[in-house]
């Protein structure tokens, strides 16, 4: 397929966004249940077992989409690199080759083992040190990713910075990403208690995530600005190459994600503060719509991520250009 210049290998392309989307999903809905819902409300409210149990769920079906996605991923990635076609890819030799002399085949595996161990942890998550352990091998399975792109082939000290913005980066989307499905199910479960413990919980909950998002935002941002640097190196390679006008794309989608999410900070989080008489039910389905859209978006995000990392970064097509100021 040729878009905007480049060759896009379609499948490679679908199978890293999923893989991408399911991944950061499972971490940022992990980092959610201990951030936001453990730590601010414990086992003690009824939304907060309700939402416990549906995000504990939710984790679970990405965790093995992310699986499932991830050996698809390393079948593409043996045909890519073979150069045969799919039948003859799927020996034992050539999955070999891949899986043990290559980075992407190290990393696949030490994924594997992580996503193993993940699988074990949701099971006994009623065991506090379960729910912590996975929290610990959700960020080490998002954070590995970084290994398998660009940033994993960037040579010298440079390389460790990509590696460094590009692992935090892949953190801060998780966080925020997982953080919006998991407030989806938050406010579903919370319009349904209609107690003042259940709107206090959506407030709090809300302006808890709302926090870290924030955080979350300032880091991608940050992050961002280095991958591009490192990437990109020009603001000619930035507009004249395919690759910079997908990520042209990608940041106003990102730009686009902010509007709703200061609106939701700034319009909507502070009426759920409003006295049980004010239409507090409304604000949280406005929050929810937001929320749905803004991770809308992100999946798009996510499908872009996944066409750029199959092309060549923009700065090898004008390398002798004047830097980004």
């Not at 392309?13 to 409300?41: C, K, P």
């Not at 935090?168 to 407030?183: D, Y």
């Not at 004010?278 to 995000?301: C, H, T």
Request: charged fraction near 10%.
């Amino acid at each position: 397929m040729d878009w905007l210049g480049a060759d896009i290998d379609g499948p490679l392309v679908v199978i890293r966004a999923l893989h991408f989307a399911a991944t950061a999903m499972t971490t940022g809905i992990l980092i959610f249940r201990v951030v936001v819902v453990d730590a601010a409300f414990g086992p003690s409210t009824p939304t907060s077992k309700i939402v416990r149990a549906q995000t504990l769920r939710l984790a679970s079906i990405c965790l093995a989409l992310s699986v499932v996605s991830g050996v698809v991923w390393l079948l593409l990635e043996a045909v890519s690199m073979s150069g045969l076609a799919l039948p003859e890819a799927m020996t034992s030799e050539v999955l070999s080759t891949v899986v043990n002399q290559t980075q992407f085949g190290r990393v696949f595996e030490i994924r594997f083992a992580l996503a193993v161990i993940l699988a074990g942890c949701l099971g006994y998550d009623r065991f506090p040190p379960a729910r912590w352990l996975a929290l610990a091998i959700s960020l080490g399975l998002i954070a590995a990713i970084a290994w398998t792109g660009h940033a994993g082939s960037t040579p010298g000290e440079m390389g460790i910075l990509h590696l460094v913005a590009d692992t935090l980066h892949l953190v801060a989307a998780a966080i925020w990403t997982g953080g919006l499905v998991s407030l989806v199910l938050l406010l579903s479960a919370s319009r349904r208690d209609r107690s003042s413990a259940g709107a206090s919980f959506a407030w709090q909950a809300t302006t808890r995530f709302s926090t870290m998002g924030i955080a979350a935002v300032a880091v991608i941002l940050v992050t961002g600005i280095v991958n591009t640097w490192i990437l990109v190196g020009s603001w000619h390679a930035l507009i004249g190459t395919g690759y910079g006008q997908l990520l042209m794309l990608k940041i106003a989608l990102f730009i686009v994600m902010l509007l709703f999410a200061a609106a939701n900070r700034f319009w909507l989080t502070p009426r759920l503060a409003l006295p049980s008489s004010a239409p507090q039910p409304d604000a949280r389905r406005q929050l929810a719509r937001n929320s749905i859209i803004e991770f809308g978006l992100a999946l798009i995000i996510f499908a872009i991520v996944g066409m750029l990392g199959t092309l060549h970064p923009a700065i090898h097509a004008f390398a002798s250009d004047v830097p980004m100021q």
